[in-house]
């Protein structure tokens, strides 16, 4: 998984292909607990790039997005919002992929 590094990074991938973002914190004990799993749901989902959002270093980025929780996942295609799964709630494994899964 790729780190964003700027938010000009982010229009651009935002705009161009099929991203996944993974907003999370390293302070973040929910995050810590889904952290594992993500490799192998990146194994599953090879049509999305994941990328990971530092939610202490993006705070502007988490407002504009409406992301008051963590973790939470934000997938974009060529500019469009596919779907979200955002909230303050532990997810597990299971529910990452479903929410994946039904994004179109």
């Not at 000009?8 to 929910?30: I, R, T, Y």
């Not at 409406?66 to 973790?71: C, K, L, Q, R, S």
């Not at 997938?75 to 990452?96: C, L």
């Amino acid at each position: 998984m790729k780190n964003l590094e700027s938010i000009e990074q982010f229009e651009q991938l935002k705009n161009n292909g099929k991203h996944l973002f993974v907003f999370s914190a390293d302070w973040c004990p929910d995050c810590r607990a889904i952290e594992p799993a993500l490799p192998e749901i990146e194994a599953k989902f090879t049509e999305f790039t994941f990328v990971h959002v530092d939610r202490d270093q993006f705070l502007d980025l988490c407002g504009q997005l409406d992301v008051f929780g963590i973790p939470s996942f934000i997938a974009f295609e060529n500019g469009r919002e596919m779907g979200r799964f955002v909230s303050k709630d532990r997810k597990t494994q299971e529910e990452v992929e479903t929410f994946i899964s039904n994004l179109k």
